[in-house]
């Protein structure tokens, strides 16, 4: 079984992460701007192609608005340098099949879910560890039920 | 005088008004708040109250956004000096990550958290009802009611089940854990817990005893008519209109401030 992962990302103003931006600068966290995506990883079968897994994702309507989102393949299922991902601390269950918004998806065993965060400074670059760091501590993650996942 | 109370309304909170009705029956003067309001009402509160809802429509994780708001400040130094604050469902959310229960970390820091229920995060709307699990004598907000008190409520929420690392979890069945999810009789049991939540925590309170956060609503069964079996057997509107069970918790709330 391999790990593949998929970003959607809101291609409308993101509400969410202008509150968390706004929220951010309240408590003094360093930043400037902010980037939010929601993080889907699969354990899926050895056969299952990518590209196959994508179409299928973007026919479940819950998790996907092709009016307002847009959604990619990501290269490995772990964060790049300069984001996190915030998930849940449960370990996934393994499934006989995974069926999301009534939609049974072909050869995955397992689903999970984070939410991509990264803090950009003025020039639109990510900021430094520490402050993206502090972003985890002080509003992104409550470590009473999830983690964080870093680079 | 009456002891009075602000009722915070966030944005996206949906429960004030019957939180309002709850606790004015119970001879408290009640004010709506906006937790943007510059005027100094929560300044000179005796008390306060965070209902139900979707503070800031739930945005980063329910309650989170709301815990860092400017009106939070206000109720975080009233609880430090002792003000008797409630929670309820969404408000209950805010105060745990708040840090302002269970309390046992640093302020804006949670130690637990009402995480998505069990399972699938699916949002329970049932009738339930809550048995307290400390002596009354613990927290003037509970000091009215009976030992091993038996309270109806509804749950309706998707997060509600209690999460937290287990040496916390011990700490909060020792020392922090008001109510349990009950059946009727007040028997406590994992098939009256609608979330999964560890302990079959409904509701936490604080190590002074000023700082009570409940999920389920009790405001919603403080009229017969709001109780599930109570409008069956009313026969008349003014049975309909007569208190329920769920009224007794603000009626101990109000006597925090006799």
């Not at chain 1, 290269?75 to 069926?99: D, L, N, Q, Y």
Request: charged residues 25%; glycine residues 8%.
């Amino acid at each position: 079984m391999i790990e593949r992962a998929f970003e959607i990302r809101l291609a409308i103003p993101d509400n969410e992460a202008y509150t968390a931006l706004a929220t951010l600068q309240r408590l003094g966290v360093g930043c400037d701007g902010i980037a939010r995506a929601d993080i889907h990883v699969f354990g899926v079968e050895d056969d299952v192609d990518a590209g196959e897994l994508e179409a299928q994702l973007k026919t479940i309507a819950t998790i996907f608005n092709p009016n307002k989102h847009r959604m990619r393949t990501r290269e490995e299922p772990r964060p790049k340098a300069g984001e996190v991902w915030i998930s849940s601390t449960e370990v996934p269950p393994v499934h006989e099949r995974v069926t999301i918004g009534g939609v049974q998806l072909r050869g995955v065993r397992t689903a999970w879910r984070a939410t991509s965060w990264r803090l950009l400074d003025g020039a639109g670059k990510d900021v430094a560890q520490p402050i993206l760091d502090q972003a985890v501590e002080t509003l992104l993650c409550n470590p009473a039920f999830q983690r964080a996942i870093k680079a | 005088m009456k002891p009075k109370i602000v009722v915070y309304v966030f944005p996206g909170t949906n429960s004030e008004d019957e939180t309002k009705r709850a606790l004015e029956a119970c001879e408290l003067d009640v004010a709506l708040v906006r937790s943007d309001d510059k005027t100094s009402t929560a300044k000179n509160a005796d008390g306060f109250v965070l209902p139900g809802g979707f503070a800031h429509e739930d945005r980063v994780r329910a309650g989170a956004v709301a815990a860092h708001d400017r009106a939070m400040d206000v109720v975080v130094e009233a609880a430090e000096k002792g003000k008797p604050v409630l929670g309820i469902c969404n408000g209950a959310q805010v105060l745990l990550e708040s840090g302002l229960v269970p309390g046992t970390s640093k302020a804006r820091r949670p130690s637990a958290a009402f995480a998505p229920n069990i399972p699938g995060g699916r949002f329970r709307c049932v009738h339930t009802y809550v048995r307290l699990m400390i002596d009354p004598s613990r927290s003037p907000l509970l000091s009215a009611l009976p030992k091993a008190a038996v309270i109806p409520a509804w749950v309706a929420h998707g997060e509600g089940r209690l999460a937290a690392a287990l040496d916390e979890l011990a700490r909060i069945e020792r020392d922090h854990l008001a109510f349990a999810y009950s059946a009727a009789d007040g028997d406590v049991n994992p098939d009256a817990v609608p979330n999964g939540s560890a302990l079959g925590a409904a509701g936490l309170i604080n190590e002074a005893g000023n700082v009570l956060a409940i999920m389920p609503h009790p405001e919603r069964d403080a009229w017969a008519f709001m109780h599930r079996y109570d409008l069956i057997a009313a026969r008349t509107s003014q049975e309909a209109l007569r208190p329920s069970g769920g009224i007794a918790l603000f009626q101990s709330f109000a006597k925090a401030f006799a």
